[in-house]
C-alpha cells in the first residue's frame, strides 16, 4: 500500500497487521507469543543486558537444528492463524 493512499508508514502498516493477526488469533482463544521475546533491546528486571554477544565456532549440526526450529516455529504460527480465521469466518456466518 502507498503511504501516498494512505499516510502510513511501513512501520505502521506492519503495526497495523500484527493488530490484525493478534486480535484474531485472541478471537479463536490462541495466545500470541510475546513480540519482543526474543529482542535484544529488552532489559532483565535489574537492568542489564538480557542477552549477551559473543563470537562462538560454528556448528552446522546446531545451525541447521536451530534453523529447522525456526521454520516449523513460523510454519505453526501460520496453522495458528488458519484456524482462528476459520473461527471468525465461522462465527461471523450467517445460517442459510
Known sequence: MS??????TLARH????????RAALE???IIAPETERMSAGVKT???GARFVWERVERDDCI?????M???AE????RAEY?????????HSAVPP
Request: glycine share 4%; proline share 0%.
Open 3 to 8: 503511504r501516498k493512499w494512505s499516510s502510513k
Open 14 to 21: 506492519r503495526a497495523d497487521r500484527a493488530d490484525v493477526v
Open 27 to 29: 478471537s479463536a482463544g
Open 45 to 47: 528486571a535489574d537492568g
Open 63 to 67: 545451525y541447521a537444528q536451530v534453523v
Open 69 to 71: 526450529f525456526a521454520v
Open 74 to 77: 513460523r510454519r505453526r504460527w
Open 82 to 90: 488458519d484456524a482462528a480465521r476459520e473461527v471468525q469466518l465461522s
